[in-house]
T-cell receptor, first 111, second 113 residues
Framework: GQNIDQPTEMTATEGAIVQINCTYQ??????LFWYQQHAGEAPTFLSY????GLEEKGRFSSFLSRSKGYSYLLLKELQMKDSASYLC????????????FGTGTKLQVIP | KAGVTQTPRYLIKTRGQQVTLSCSPI?????VSWYQQTPGQGLQFLFE???????NKGNFPGRFSGRQFSNSRSEMNVSTLELGDSALYLC????????????FGQGTRLTVV
């Protein structure tokens, strides 16, 4: 499986930009997911990257560098409702849906 | 369309007992994955079923097992419960192709006393 590493907690100000980093083991890697999980709720899909580069989806963007084993999630124009845990997850090669999750980054957005 | 349904939502069991959790995926989805979520460990992959076959398995003891029925509904069973099995158990359904989005259910909160 993957060794997924991401910061435990982050704090950012409403209206600002925040970047949540994720590093992973490159061997056996086949793609990277980002999920958002509000407290007490199920995770919801944000993005999936398999090729190098930046993918933008509204206020959220996700970046992947396969050679460096690195990804980040960029959140722009932060809103209070963005306070949640952000889970980075690696898709293992050979396993169609064998996904290894990181422990998540708890983001707190403050006024 | 209806989302992923997990039952029951909450469960309290005693050490040594066994438990069965149920997951109904989104209509048309053939892949069901199960995860255990605890505060310290995050989401841990248990196993994945696709068309009634276990396709992937995580690193959990044999006390954890599952199955999938012809209608894609899945059950997860934990035997000889231990205190450490207390967790949120999440089920995720997807079409089953590589990299496809997984839709999570609300989970079953299991407490072992």
């Amino acid at each position: 499986g993957q060794n997924i590493d991401q910061p435990t907690e982050m704090t950012a100000t409403e209206g600002a930009i925040v970047q949540i980093n994720c590093t992973y083991q490159t061997s056996g890697f086949n793609g990277l997911f980002w999920y958002q999980q509000h407290a007490g709720e199920a995770p919801t899909f944000l993005s999936y990257n398999v090729l190098d580069g930046l993918e933008e989806k509204g206020r959220f963007s996700s970046f992947l560098s396969r050679s460096k084993g690195y990804s980040y999630l960029l959140l722009k124009e932060l809103q209070m409702k963005d306070s949640a845990s952000y889970l980075c997850a690696g898709l293992n090669s050979g396993g169609y849906q064998k996904v290894t999750f990181g422990t998540g980054t708890k983001l707190q957005v403050i006024p | 369309k209806a989302g992923v349904t997990q039952t029951p939502r909450y469960l309290i069991k005693t050490r040594g007992q066994q438990v069965t959790l149920s997951c109904s995926p989104i209509s048309g989805h053939r892949s069901v994955s199960w995860y255990q979520q605890t505060p310290g460990q995050g989401l841990q992959f248990l196993f994945e079923y696709f068309s009634e076959t276990q396709r992937n398995k995580g690193n959990f003891p044999g006390r954890f097992s599952g199955r999938q029925f012809s209608n894609s509904r899945s059950e997860m069973n934990v035997s000889t419960l231990e205190l450490g099995d207390s967790a949120l158990y999440l089920c995720a359904s997807s079409l089953g192709e590589k990299g496809t989005e997984a839709f999570f259910g609300q989970g079953t909160r299991l407490t072992v006393v």
